[in-house]
C-alpha cells in the first residue's frame, strides 16, 4: 500500500473488505472480548484492551498515511503523550519547543515532574537554542510545528540530525500539520503523535490520540503500555476516525485554500495588530515552511491588543464557533489564554507570545466569504 498516493492510501489502508459478508465499510467490532477455539488458539485477538479489528485498522490506515512501520491508538491525545513520557526514566531531562499545546505543557510540568523527569521549553526555531541546554542526561526532543497557537515552524531535518547526533528519543506532535502536509518519520523522527479529535477525524464528534514510530522497541513499549494500562480508543471512536481519514486529503486542500483567504484579509483589517500564519511572505519561517510543507495549513492566529477586544470579537460571531478544539469541517475560534493555554502560567505565556489580545481560527470549510463576512461584522464592533 506504501507505493500508493496519499489519498488512496486515506481511503484503503488497512481497511480491505471484510471476508465474511464482503462490507466494504470496516464494522464496528463491539465486543469486549473474543472465543478461542483451544488452550492458546486464537484468531488474532484475545480482549479488547489489547487489541480490537476496528483499531487495528485504524492503526494501520494512519501508520501509513505517517509512512511509518508501526501505528498506535489511545483514547486522547494528551494519553497518546503521556506514553511516550513512560519511556523515560525518573532523572531523564526532555527538551520540548517553547509554544507546544498548553496540555503538553500541562504534562510536563504538573504530572511527570513530580516523578523525577526534568524540562527545558525552548524556541526551537533556532536549533542551537536545543544545544544550549542540553545536558548529560537529556533524553528526548520533542517539538511541535506548527506551534500552537503561534505558528512557529521548526526544521525538521535539522531537529532530527540533532537527535541523532545526541542520541535523543525524537518527537513530533504533527496535529496541526496532518500526515497530509508533512511526514516527519521521512525526516528521521522516532515518534510522531496526533490529537485525532482534530483534523484527522475533522468531524468534531470523538476524542483520540495517535503514535506512529518506525522503531520496534518503542512500538513494543507502547504496545505493552495500551494492555497494562489502558488508555485505548474504543472501537467506535476507531471508526469514526477512519471515516474521515477518508477525507482528509480534500479537507486539507480546502482548509489551506480558505485560510490563506482568511490570513490575507486579516492582514488589511486595522483593528488586526499581528496576523500569525505561515503562508504568509513576513511570516519568520515562511521559506521553511514552502520546504518542508505540502500547504499551510488551516491555523491562524492574530493579535487584538486587548482582551476587551479579543472577548467582544469573540461574543460577536455568528457562523464561527467560539469553542476549544480545532480541525473540524466548521470554524472554531478560541482564546488560548484562557482555554488551551490557561495552564501556562502568565509570564511564560507572555514570553512566548500568548498574549491576552490573542485568538486563534481553526478555518472551517464552509464557504470563505461567509467565514469573513461573519469576522468582519464582529471587527466592526
Given amino acids: 500500500m506504501n507505493k500508493h498516493g496519499f489519498s488512496t492510501k486515506a481511503i484503503h489502508a488497512g481497511q480491505p473488505a471484510e471476508p465474511v459478508t464482503g462490507a466494504i465499510m470496516t464494522p464496528v467490532f463491539l465486543t469486549s472480548t473474543y472465543v478461542q477455539e483451544e488452550l492458546g488458539k486464537h484468531k488474532g485477538y484475545e480482549y479488547s484492551r489489547v487489541s480490537n479489528p476496528t483499531r487495528t485498522a ?20 494528551t494519553v497518546a503523550v503521556d506514553a511516550i513520557m513512560h519511556l523515560l526514566k ?5 527538551i520540548l519547543s517553547w509554544n507546544v499545546y498548553g496540555g503538553t505543557y500541562r504534562i510536563a ?7 523525577g523527569l526534568q524540562f527545558d521549553f525552548v524556541d ?46 525524537s518527537v513530533v506532535d504533527n496535529t496541526f500539520a ?3 502536509l508533512q511526514q516527519p518519520i521521512d525526516y ?17 464528534d470523538m476524542l483520540g490520540g495517535f503514535i506512529v514510530t518506525n522503531n520496534d522497541a518503542y512500538n513494543e513499549k507502547l504496545r505493552f503500555l495500551q494492555k497494562a494500562v489502558g488508555g485505548i480508543l474504543s472501537p467506535f471512536d476507531a471508526w469514526l476516525c477512519l471515516r474521515g481519514t477518508k477525507t482528509l486529503a480534500v479537507r486539507m486542500k480546502q482548509h489551506c485554500e480558505s485560510a490563506m483567504q482568511v490570513a490575507q484579509w486579516l492582514k488589511t483589517q486595522k483593528k488586526v495588530h499581528k ?52 480541525g473540524g469541517v466548521e470554524t472554531i475560534i ?48
Fill in 58 to 77: 485504524l492503526e494501520q490506515n494512519i501508520a501509513a498515511l505517517e509512512n511509518g512501520k508501526h501505528g498506535l491508538a489511545f483514547g486522547s491525545g
Fill in 90 to 94: 525518573p532523572g531523564d531531562h526532555v
Fill in 109 to 115: 510540568k504538573m504530572v511527570w515532574e513530580d516523578f
Fill in 124 to 169: 526551537t526555531t533556532n536549533l542551537q537554542n536545543v544545544e544550549r541546554v542540553l545536558r548529560p542526561n537529556t533524553k528526548m526532543l520533542f517539538i511541535e510545528t506548527p506551534t500552537n497557537p503561534t505558528m512557529e515552524i521548526t526544521d525538521l531535518a535539522g531537529a532530527a540530525q540533532i537527535a541523532k547526533k545526541f542520541n535523543l528519543i
Fill in 178 to 180: 496532518t500526515p497530509y
Fill in 188 to 204: 528521521g523522527f522516532d515518534l510522531v503523535v496526533h490529537s485525532l479529535t482534530k483534523y484527522l477525524n475533522g468531524h468534531s
Fill in 275 to 326: 496576523v500569525y500564519y505561515p503562508g504568509l511572505v513576513d511570516h519568520p519561517q515562511h521559506e521553511l515552511a514552502k520546504k518542508q510543507m505540502r500547504g499551510f495549513g488551516g491555523m491562524i492566529s492574530f493579535e487584538l491588543g486587548s482582551i476587551d477586544t479579543a472577548g467582544t470579537f469573540l461574543k460577536k460571531v455568528r457562523l464561527c464557533a467560539l469553542a476549544e478544539s480545532l
Fill in 334 to 381: 478560541t482564546h488560548p489564554a484562557t482555554m488551551t493555554h490557561a495552564a501556562i502560567p502568565a509570564e511564560q505565556r507572555a514570553r512566548i507570545g500568548v498574549t491576552d489580545g490573542l485568538v486563534r481560527i481553526s478555518v472551517g470549510i464552509e464557504d470563505v466569504e461567509d467565514i469573513i463576512a461573519d469576522m468582519d461584522s464582529a471587527l466592526n464592533h
